[in-house]
T-cell receptor, first 113, second 110 residues
């Protein structure tokens, strides 16, 4: 069975700095997909970025990028030039079949001035 | 852009009562999902569906039923609501491998 673990409960960073959130996954499958989602204070859940296991290049979307370390089963989310609006809960998730997503527990990010 | 709506947005139910949560999507996605979120936890899958008139059990289906009468609509049914089912419920639809979430329904069972 798949499992996703986010060990960082909460992170606080100063605005305009770079932050990395950790995520470790477990899977028996050779092909899988990894995702990061953001949950805002209003409760809205938004898809941010994905990494396909067969791709060696780290995905990048806007000021979000991933640090995919396949041998370590790790998929870190990097946010550069953080803004106050980045304050949210960030969830890592994985799927192999595409049918079912397994989510981590989430990391609270607080960005302060 | 994917549009997933949920109703009601908030509900208070009594223990032992029946609760129906509704979800509607307008993008012709085949897959739809119901998750619950508890404070301090991630999302856990209750039921999902990949075609109308068919549903599948997720990871925590006990105490819940699901209904998919059409491609656009997916309902979650609590026949006998219990205190432990107090949570926020999210519906999602899937396009390729990415899921798009509704705004959530906050359910309080008293």
């Amino acid at each position: 069975a798949q499992k996703v673990t986010q060990t960082q409960t909460s992170i606080s960073v100063m605005e305009k700095t770079t932050v990395t959130m950790d995520c470790v996954y477990e899977t028996q499958d050779s092909s899988y997909f990894l995702f990061w989602y953001k949950q805002t204070a209003s409760g809205e859940i938004v898809f941010l970025i994905r990494q396909d296991s067969y791709k060696k290049e780290n995905a990048t979307v806007g000021h979000y990028s991933l640090n995919f370390q396949k041998p370590k089963s790790s998929i870190g989310l990097i946010i550069t030039a953080t803004q106050i609006e980045d304050s949210a809960v960030y969830f890592c998730a994985s799927t192999s079949s595409g049918q079912k997503l397994v989510f981590g527990q989430g990391t609270i990010l607080k960005v302060y001035l | 852009e994917a549009a997933v709506t949920q109703s009601p947005r908030s509900k208070v139910a009594v223990t032992g009562g029946k609760v129906t949560l509704s979800c509607h999507q307008t993008n012709n996605h085949d897959y739809m999902y119901w998750y619950r979120q508890d404070t301090g936890h991630g999302l856990r899958l209750i039921h999902y569906s990949y075609v109308a008139d068919s549903t599948e059990k997720g990871d925590i289906p006990d105490g819940y039923k699901a209904s998919r009468p059409s491609q656009e609509n997916f309902s979650l049914i609590l026949e006998l609501a219990s205190l432990s089912q107090t949570a926020v419920y999210f519906c999602a639809s899937r396009d390729r491998d990415e899921q798009y979430f509704g705004p959530g329904t906050r359910l309080t069972v008293l």
